[in-house]
Each structure stands twice: as C-alpha cells, then as structure tokens.
C-alpha cells in the first residue's frame, strides 16, 4: 500500500451503538415501521452495529415540541388529529413511533458520550409541531434539538425528498441548522 492510501489492508469492523426496538415494527402501508427489523438484524449480523433498546419517548418529553392535546390524541388514539400521520390509529404504530423516538434520543446521548451513534429508524421528518404528516406523527429530529438547547445540532437528512416539518422546527431554532440532501429526478 502507498503513502497516502486509504483502503485498508484487514476486514475489521468497528461495531457502531445503535439503538433499535422490536417495538419499532408496526404493520403500516409503507415500509417505514416494518423495515427496521430486517435492517437491525442485518447490522448486528454484519457486525456493523451493537444494538441498545431505547425507553420509548415521554409525553412530557413529546410536550416540548408539541401541543399537549395533539400529543393526547395521538397517545389514546381518540381525538381529531389521532390518525392524522398515518391515515389510522393502532396500538403497535402509536408504540412503535413512542420507541423510535426514544431511540433518536438514546442515540443522540450515544453519540455524545462516544462520538457516533444511529438510530435504525427514521427521524418522522414531516411531523410538524401541531400535526403529523406523511407518515410522520412525532418529529424526533425536532426532539433531539429541543432536548439539547445548550447545543449546536446539525442535522443532515438525506432522504429523497425534503423534510418540512423538521426544517420550520429547526429554523425556528438558534442552535439548530439543517441540510437536506435531496434527490432529482428529471
């Protein structure tokens, strides 16, 4: 291998923490909530990734970024704005999305104390402060921002198609910026 050379010359992976929940799977009619078990599996298989299970998101956490009776409505499944991210209400998806969320916070901590970290599933990028949307209920982008004022966040969404609600969130912050890093297709 010459000077300067990047590749390295042995197979050995770094294992990165990354948090991840069976509860993170609910049967929805996008892949969104049911890959997440496929991609952990594989990752820790692969020894990508050691995986910790998050403590799903508080409701008092939630109220940081959301009103108290959108965050309600969507905990009980009862109320106007309850089926509002993803067309209907259900147990495992209210469950799911409380986890996930709980795993952004977890892998922000992670991540803190050890200089990366993932989260297997998305960060709900569309979830505005009063109302999900596009399969997006609680914006946990917004809630790693919120739960970490004293801090500079930059977040780097790299999904083919922007994040609205996650950009008002972050925008409405001093301490948060956004890239989004969105595909073309002409």
Not at 12 to 36: G, V
Not at 71 to 98: Q, Y
Not at 116 to 123: D, E, K, L, T, W
Request: aromatic share 10%.
């Amino acid at each position: 291998m010459k000077d300067g050379d990047l590749r390295t010359t042995t197979d050995t992976t770094h294992p990165i923490r990354t948090a991840y929940s069976a509860s993170y799977f609910a049967n929805t009619s996008t892949p969104s909530m049911r890959k997440p078990p496929l991609v952990a599996r594989g990752a820790a298989d692969a020894g990508y990734a050691t995986l910790f299970d998050p403590t799903p998101v508080a409701a008092a956490e939630l109220a940081k970024i959301h009103p108290a009776a959108y965050v309600e409505n969507i905990l009980t499944g009862k109320g106007p704005l309850s089926h509002c991210a993803f067309g209907f209400w259900s147990e495992d998806c209210r469950d799911g999305v409380l986890a996930i969320d709980g795993g952004n916070l977890l892998a922000a901590r992670m991540a803190l104390e050890h200089g990366i970290a993932a989260n297997v599933a998305q960060g709900f990028h569309h979830a505005s402060s009063r109302n999900g949307g596009g399969f997006c209920t609680f914006n946990g982008l917004a809630l790693v921002a919120a739960m970490h004022p004293d801090l500079d966040i930059f977040v780097l969404d790299c999904d083919e198609h922007g994040g609205d609600g996650a950009q008002r969130f972050l925008m409405s912050t001093t301490h948060s910026r956004l890239l989004e890093s969105v595909r073309f297709f002409f």
